[in-house]
């Protein structure tokens, strides 16, 4: 970073930001293998806030790589990239007042750390999908496990990458026995227990 580059506050602080929205700024952080359900459990509870009506955002894997990270791969270089540049962009919509969904592999426990460093305590809230990997690969949503398992494709997490679970994460959910419902509802109560979802005071 160039010495001449200068940090500017702004007028407006996040809490303010939130507090018009009624709500507190957090970050959920999705972990876990390709098929563990990221996806699938960050959009479910995604529209559950929305039809509470709280102001959300949604990161995810797939469509990331499309825009923002086009240039980075599956090396362990370009995936600390990746991890780093998606948890500059949750803060700053987190910034923004919002609560945001993140839902990405983060097979890095340095990475994840690096983001939860980003965040005052209690907003980043570790979302550890523990499904097992036999459940995950039977379920191969994307046929991305046959191809890994044939060796057409490679460095895939689970497989030929390594995959560092949380050591202490906030939540765990293992889809391979718990509803979409129940999951949603697992993380309702963990955001209503902690008053994430009323306005707080400055962080
Ligand atoms: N080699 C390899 N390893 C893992 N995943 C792969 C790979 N190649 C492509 N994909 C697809 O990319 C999605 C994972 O992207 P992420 O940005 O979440 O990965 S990471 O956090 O940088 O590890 C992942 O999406 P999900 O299935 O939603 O996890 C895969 O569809
Ligand atoms: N209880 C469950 N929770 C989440 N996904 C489930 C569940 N049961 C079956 N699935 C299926 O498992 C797959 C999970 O894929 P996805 O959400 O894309 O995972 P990821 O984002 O971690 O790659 C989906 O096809 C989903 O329909």
New binding site residues.
């Given amino acids: 970073m160039s010495d001449h580059i200068v940090w500017h506050d702004h007028k407006i602080s996040r809490t303010e930001r939130a507090s018009i929205k009624h709500q507190h700024p957090c970050l959920l952080w999705f972990t876990?293998?390709?098929?563990?359900?990221?996806?699938?459990?960050a959009n479910a509870l995604d529209v559950a806030l929305y039809h509470e009506g709280y102001h959300t955002f949604l990161l995810d894997?797939d469509n990331v790589r499309h825009g923002l990270n086009r240039d980075l791969g599956f090396s362990n270089e370009d995936r600390v990239e990746n991890i780093r540049r998606i948890g500059e962009v949750s803060k700053l919509f987190a910034d923004a007042g919002l609560i945001v969904l993140s839902?990405f592999i983060s097979p890095f426990a340095s990475d994840r750390r690096l983001v939860r460093n980003m965040f005052p305590a209690g907003e980043f809230i570790e979302v550890f999908?523990d499904t097992p990997l036999a459940t995950c690969e039977e379920?191969d949503?994307k046929g991305l496990y046959r191809k890994a398992r044939s060796g057409e494709i490679h460095d895939f997490t689970g497989i030929d990458s390594p995959y560092e679970a949380p050591a202490h994460p906030e939540i765990t959910l293992d889809?391979s026995n718990?509803?979409?419902d129940a999951?949603v509802e697992n993380l309702l109560c963990y955001l209503k227990e902690r008053d994430l979802l009323k306005p707080g005071g400055d962080a």
């Fill in positions: 876990g293998l390709s098929g563990s359900g990221k996806s699938t459990i894997g839902a999908m379920r949503p889809t718990l509803s979409v999951c």
